[in-house]
C-alpha cells in the first residue's frame, strides 16, 4: 500500500482510503516557478502511484497563478494534465483527499504532502536544459530534499537519461522476457515508500548491471517502472544504434 510521509505529523499515513474508492490529489502549486512546477511533478508522482496500485484519482489544480502557463509548462515536463479545482467540489463519491504543496505553504485540513524547495543557477538554466533533464534531475532526489539546478546537475542529468534510452533501445532487439516478480516486488516498495524515486532510480541501475537478467527482461523492467517515473524510458525504440 502507498504510504506518504504527512506533513501535519510526519508520520506515514495511507494515501489510498482502506475501502477501495477515489482519492482526490491536489496540487497547491501557488506561483509559476521552479517549486511551483516541482509540486505539480510530486502530485503526479502520487497519482501514477495510487492508478499503478488500483486506486482511482481525481487529480485538481488548485491555488496557481499564471495557469495557462503553468499548464504548459507541466505539460512539457510530461506531467499529465490537472482539472481545474477551482469549482471542483466534493467531487463523486470522494473517500480522501491528500494535498502536495510547497514547504512553508498554507497549512492544511487533510494529508499533506510538502515539496522542498528548487532553486534555479540561472534564470535561464531550466529552459536551455530541456524538460526532459529537469524532469531526471528532480526524480534523482526525494521531494523533501531542496535542489539547485546548475549546469553540472542538469547536465549530469540529461546524460544519465540519454545513456538509460539507448539502454532501453537496445534491449529492445532482444526477445521480451516477463518482469521477475521480485523485481516488481522492489520497484512498487520503493515507489509506495513516499514515493522514493532515487530508490527507483537505485533499482534500475541494479537490473542494467545484473548479469543473470537476459535483456527482454531489463526493457520490460524499465518499461514497468516508467509508468510511475514518467521519463519515456522506450522513447528511442527503433532508431540505429
Sequence with gaps: MLRIIDART??????APARRGPTRVEAHAQGRDATGLRVLLVADLLVRAL???GTPVWALLTDAEERA???ADAAALGIRPFEDGRDAGAGP???QTVRVVREGGAATDGATVTVAAV???EPDGMESAGPDALRMALLARRRNVPVRLDAAVLGDARAALLRRRRAVADWARQPSRPVPDKVRDRLRAAWEDDL???GVLRILDEVASDPDLPDGARFEIHAYADRFLGLDLTRDLGSSA
Design 10 to 15: 510526519g508520520e506515514p499515513v495511507p494515501a
Design 51 to 53: 492508478e499503478l496500485g
Design 69 to 71: 502557463e503553468l499548464r
Design 93 to 95: 463519491g470522494r473517500a
Design 119 to 121: 532553486e534555479p543557477a
Design 196 to 198: 522514493d524515486t532515487p
